[in-house]
């Protein structure tokens, strides 16, 4: 090779690597910038949403129906704010009261109702809100509700959903029929910006996908309230969410329950879902 041929190659992978260099500090300063844009909207979807719901969710643990013959059907109510029924203005609206109510009039029994959801779970939680429960305690049913919060503090989808099969194998084991609604919809929150909520909307929708197939994995039924419900929440935010616009209202709980109690039901019929536990 000419020393000529040698010094034009050599120019060249000269300007190549100044091409990449560019492209890679032009990629670092895109990042930068949209990092710095996305934690400024969701500043300001903090501020619009704050918290005047308070922190904790209205006490409906009863016996619901209890005029209605033979033994309370026991159910257990595990996640976050939307299991804990945070926005409801009455106990007989929050999530769990519809549940109760809901399967009492499907199997004219009365149902016990034990609440465990606390407001700002994360998946990390559920195996703790298990822990709590009284010792010998069994629950006919549970349901559980979790995902918003692990998608907004960026919990990775793989652990989050590791952490569910978990919680569900646990109440599996002792004979528990679980319902698993799968991580809402975020993209339906108006109070956050563009493009945070597209982010939000896909990053929950991944969650969703992992869940189900980690709830079915360890034996339990799945809604996917995305799918079930969150075409109403986009559609009418007024009359779905609550006061913080975030939180489900007295009727997107309701909404919410009867896409749960015909599941809940059929795995009470089921008696042993997925064959690893016994019929009661």
Not at 32 to 42: C, E, F, G, H, Y
Not at 44 to 53: D, M, Q, S, T
Not at 76 to 83: K, M, N, R, T
Request: hydrophobic share 50%.
């Amino acid at each position: 090779m000419s020393s000529r041929s040698r010094l034009r190659r050599r120019s060249r992978l000269v300007a190549a690597r100044g091409v990449v260099l560019a492209v890679g500090v032009s990629v670092a300063a895109s990042v930068l910038v949209t990092r710095r844009v996305l934690t400024r909207q969701a500043a300001i979807a903090r501020r619009r949403i704050g918290k005047p719901l308070g922190e904790i969710a209205l006490d409906a643990d009863r016996r619901w129906r209890a005029k209605l013959p033979g033994e309370p059907i026991e159910l257990l109510v595990v996640g976050d704010s939307i299991a804990a029924g945070l926005g409801a203005e009455r106990p007989k609206d929050v999530l769990g009261a519809r549940l109760a109510k809901g399967i009492a009039a499907f199997l004219q029994r009365p149902v016990q109702l034990r609440t465990v959801a606390v407001v700002g779970a994360q998946s990390v939680d559920l195996a703790g809100q298990l822990e709590r429960l009284p010792e010998g305690y069994r629950a006919d049913a549970a349901v559980i509700i979790v995902g918003g919060n692990d998608v907004t503090h960026r919990t990775p989808v793989l652990t989050a959903a590791a952490q569910l099969e978990v919680a569900v194998r646990a109440l599996r084991s002792a004979g528990t029929a679980v319902v698993v609604g799968t991580c809402p919809d975020l993209g339906a929150l108006r109070p956050v910006p563009q493009p945070l909520r597209s982010l939000g909307a896909q990053a929950s929708r991944q969650l969703a996908h992992a869940q189900a197939a980690a709830a079915r994995r360890a034996g339990a039924r799945v809604v996917s309230l995305r799918r079930a419900v969150g075409p109403m929440f986009i559609a009418h935010p007024e009359d779905m969410f609550s006061l913080d616009r975030f939180h489900p209202s007295a009727l997107g709980y309701r909404r919410t329950a009867d896409a749960l109690v015909p599941e809940i039901v059929a795995a009470l019929a089921d008696g042993s879902v997925s064959g690893e536990a016994p019929r009661r």
